[in-house]
């Protein structure tokens, strides 16, 4: 700056009076520019930056109204990222235009600045028309905001009162605008690499999640033993109240539901028949007939509970939103996993698509418990059928290889059925040959 001075000392020095009035206007934008250099340094959000400019720019040009619209690659439009206008003022940051509604096509496409003299004569943009004269805005003028790697938008300044904006006054917003795109872009590169840092780490739980319930899928055979370990598992990742599985048996028409309440640490089992009950009415009957991953919220709960008593307890314990996924094995459906909160966060795509693989995982965990049930039972079944044929084996009738009905050798099996439990010893007498060996 200080080397600035001097050259304008310099050429000041024999200058003609108007002369002078210019380099000494060139001197106050040469400062203001250095203030806005330091003023982009010291701050971190764009927000803020133009809280400072809407104080430091009027200086040289007059304006009541100053923003940044940024282009949405994605929709291809313009999209009003920061506003510092008068209290009045009704427009807020996300106000959306499309590229054929705005002045800002043009500043974009031809990097170059328009200027509207007098806004209530503008025919063209009819929608930004309004929105500018609804908010008080007479003269505005819009120069491109573009960093050296890329076009980002561009940067408006507005005038209650009708003026004209001069050439210069125009270039000295270029320049602003040109400081300004670098810090723009440097905020939004950094917002870029926050939310793919953020991506990756939820990307990182929800693998260590699923490994997780993996491995709880292989060591746990029991279900009453694996669900409150899914659900604790799913709990670090998606926040949830409460969770529930239900699972229907087709054959038998009846179901089972294990519901996990965490405000109470409330573990509850329950077993019934399955007609025209809460659970076919329910959530966990509409996802098991569509087969499709669903989220309820309160006016969805309330509807269902004129004929489900479960919706009619979930909105009883302050349920506002629940989702609930179908549980899936070759295209047969076993039951659903259900997860709810009390609050009104609603589950993102993300949240449902992960419950989804965790269903998945879940319909494994079933079919595994159910064959160990089967074999349980089986198992058990043998062991009593085990002990009837070695009861069996002990009666009048079933001694071994033993043949004959004669009165005299029943009478003899007879005695050895009353001896046999005793450890007396047994005397056998008779003609050789008898087979008394």
């Not at 408006?156 to 605008?177: G, H, M, W």
Request: glycine letters at 4%; hydrophobic letters at 40%.
């Amino acid at each position: 700056m200080r080397i600035l001075e001097n050259r304008l000392e310099r050429l000041t020095f024999g200058a003609l009076p108007e002369e002078l009035d210019a380099l000494e206007n060139e001197r106050d934008r040469l400062r203001l520019l250095l203030e806005v250099s330091e003023s982009i340094a010291s701050h971190r959000e764009i927000a803020t930056l133009l809280q400072d400019l809407a104080q430091l720019l009027p200086r040289i040009v007059p304006f009541d109204v100053i923003n940044i619209v940024l282009h949405d690659p994605v929709r291809n439009s313009m999209r009003l990222h920061a506003l510092v206008a008068p209290e009045f003022n009704k427009a807020r940051p996300g106000l959306e235009f499309s590229m054929d509604e705005t002045t800002s096509k043009s500043v974009w496409e031809n990097q170059q600045p328009v200027m509207v003299e007098d806004v209530e004569e503008e025919k063209n943009f009819p929608r930004l028309m309004a929105v500018l004269r609804e908010n008080g805005v007479r003269s505005y003028c819009t120069v491109p905001l573009t960093s050296p790697l890329r076009q980002l938008g561009d940067m408006s300044f507005a005038s209650a009162k009708k003026r004209t904006f001069s050439d210069s006054e125009i270039a000295f917003l270029q320049q602003v605008a040109r400081q300004v795109a670098i810090a723009v872009d440097n905020v939004l590169h950094e917002e870029s690499a926050r939310q793919a840092q953020e991506q990756l780490a939820r990307e990182r739980d929800r693998v260590r999640l699923l490994l997780e319930v993996n491995n709880a899928v292989v060591s746990h055979l029991d279900l009453d033993d694996l669900f409150p370990a899914v659900s604790a598992c799913l709990r670090r990742v998606i926040q949830h109240d409460g969770s529930a599985l239900v699972l229907h048996d087709e054959h038998s028409r009846t179901f089972r539901v294990h519901l996990l309440r965490f405000a109470n640490n409330e573990s509850i089992i329950e077993e019934g028949e399955m007609g025209s009950d809460s659970c076919a009415k329910g959530p966990s009957g509409i996802v098991m007939a569509t087969r499709k991953a669903t989220v309820f919220d309160e006016a969805d709960l309330k509807k269902l509970s004129a004929e489900s008593p479960c919706a009619q307890q979930m909105i009883a314990a302050g349920v506002r939103i629940y989702c609930s996924v179908p549980l899936l094995s070759h295209d047969r459906a076993m039951g659903a996993m259900n997860v709810g909160r009390l609050s009104a966060d609603v589950f993102s795509p993300e949240d449902v698509e992960l419950l989804s693989e965790v269903g998945k995982q879940i319909s494994i965990a079933v079919e595994n418990a159910q064959s160990y049930r089967e074999l349980a039972q089986l198992k058990d079944k043998l062991a009593k059928e085990k002990v009837y044929l070695e009861e069996e084996v002990r009666t009048e009738q079933n001694f071994g290889e033993i043949v004959g009905k004669c009165a005299a050798l029943h009478k003899v099996l007879k005695e050895v059925e009353t001896v046999a439990p005793t450890s007396s010893t047994v005397l056998i007498h008779g003609e050789t040959g008898t087979g008394k060996e």
